[in-house]
């Protein structure tokens, strides 16, 4: 599965349907898209037919997302401020990430995630993990799109926290904590 496609329809996956043969050559039916929460984590993996002629299994992806929810004061759930997707590129050897932020962003500014920030007002943010340019923008929301090397997916998956960053169009900086319980667990099972 490759960034853009992601980025087009951005984790609305197409289902597609596949058929194994039994030891007793009994056609069973299998799950062509499942989905699994972990924590704050959400796996969702599908299978492709495998190519007519091949005896090949159905090639299955996987990939993991989480949302980071707008809070208003009496306590009740906003808007989306921040979805984020990641997933293995085609080759194995890194992962696409997709970020979603509202509109009224400004799209010279990328969006970057941050490990292990020390909690405060003032703190100065530490060198990012990663950042990823917007890509466009379409009615209520805009896209980036970055990579993460396997070294970068394993210190993302062992930090005590994430940070990501992103700035307003008149400049307002918003930095939101992301959730850590399930990350692991999601990685684990993605990667399966």
Do not use: H
């Amino acid at each position: 599965m490759t960034a853009p496609r992601i980025a087009t329809a951005l984790f609305a996956f197409a289902l597609t349907a596949f058929s194994a043969t039994s030891a007793f050559a009994q056609d069973t039916a299998q799950p062509s898209r499942t989905t699994a929460t972990y924590g704050g984590w959400t796996v969702d993996c599908y299978a492709s037919n495998p190519v007519e002629g091949q005896d090949a299994a159905p090639n299955k992806r996987c990939e993991m997302l989480t949302k980071v929810m707008m809070q208003v004061e009496n306590g009740t759930g906003g808007g989306l401020l921040l979805q984020i997707g990641i997933g293995p590129n085609e080759d194995d050897s890194d992962y696409w990430v997709v970020m979603q932020t509202p509109l009224n962003v400004l799209l010279r500014e990328e969006v970057r995630l941050f490990l292990d920030v020390p909690e405060g007002e003032g703190v100065s943010l530490p060198e990012p993990l990663m950042s990823t340019s917007y890509l466009y923008c379409e009615p209520g929301r805009c896209l980036t799109r970055g990579v993460l090397t396997a070294e970068q997916m394993t210190r993302l998956t062992e930090a005590e926290s994430i940070t990501a960053r992103f700035v307003g169009r008149q400049g307002r900086e918003f930095i939101l904590p992301l959730v850590m319980d399930g990350l692991a667990d999601a990685t684990k099972a993605m990667d399966n």
